[in-house]
């Protein structure tokens, strides 16, 4: 079946440094695949997404490029806040959606 | 972007007592929606899918009969915990795809804590 895997956290980061976490996934066929956030006690917001191969979704300065080739659809940013301190799922939607096991952030001042 | 709103935010029940949680498409039709378990630090395990109409489907290892899924409406559709446990404890989300857009909207989610 599908499958979404989620580069392992906690990732701890300074303010101002770059962010990268990685996501791979699998299936059958062409999914659309997205990134969500999670703020504490929350739901899950929509942060990005990409509909097919080679787009970029880009969103309050967090992208992520669609990479068929590679199976994978990774986040970064290039200077991260204490504000985008949160848990991050990459998800890929093909009849029903899977998620990864999520990423816990932490961006320290 | 569309909205789904779920109803209640939090609910506090005593064991072997029944919880029923809304979703609701505000400002589109929805044939189909989705209920997620989240345990603590844990990503979303999807439960069902809600089917307008018709018999929700469960994922392998769901109680059918202890989350019973209602989709009456177009753009409403309820989670009915039965007989509540302890270990049922937790945050409930769903989730609806907006025609059109590809993507899938979420509502706030639902924390049920059981006594």
């Known amino acids: 079946g599908d499958s979404v895997t989620q580069m392992e956290g906690p990732v701890t980061l300074s303010e101002e440094a770059f962010l990268t976490i990685n996501c791979t996934y699998t299936?059958?066929?062409?999914?659309?695949l997205f990134w969500y956030v999670q703020y504490p006690g929350e739901g899950l917001q929509l942060l990005l997404k990409?509909?097919?191969?080679?787009d970029k979704g880009s969103n309050k300065g967090f992208e992520a490029t669609y990479r068929k080739e590679t199976t994978s659809f990774h986040l970064e940013k290039g200077s991260v806040q204490v504000s985008d301190s949160a848990v991050y799922f990459c998800?890929?939607?093909?009849?029903?959606?899977?998620f990864g096991d999520g990423t816990t952030l932490t961006v320290k001042p | 972007g569309a909205v789904v709103s779920q109803h209640p935010s939090r609910v506090i029940c005593k064991s072997g007592t029944s919880v029923k949680i809304e979703c609701r498409s505000l400002?589109?039709?929805?044939?189909?929606m989705f209920w997620y378990r989240q345990f603590p630090k844990k990503s979303l395990m999807l439960m069902a899918t809600?089917?307008?109409?018709?018999?929700?489907?469960?994922e392998q290892g769901v109680e059918k009969d202890k989350f019973l899924i209602n989709h009456a409406s177009l753009t409403l559709s309820t989670l009915t915990v039965t007989s509540a446990h302890p270990e049922d404890s937790s945050f409930y989300i769903c989730?609806?795809?907006?025609?059109?857009?590809?993507?899938?909207?979420f509502g706030e989610g639902s924390r049920l804590t059981v006594l």
């Open positions: 989730s609806a795809g907006a025609p059109g857009t590809g993507e899938l909207f």
């Open positions: 299936a059958t066929g062409y999914p659309s």
């Open positions: 990409a509909t097919k191969a080679d």
């Open positions: 809600s089917n307008e109409g018709s018999k929700a489907t469960y």
């Open positions: 998800a890929l939607l093909m009849s029903k959606s899977t």
């Open positions: 400002d589109f039709q929805a044939t189909t």
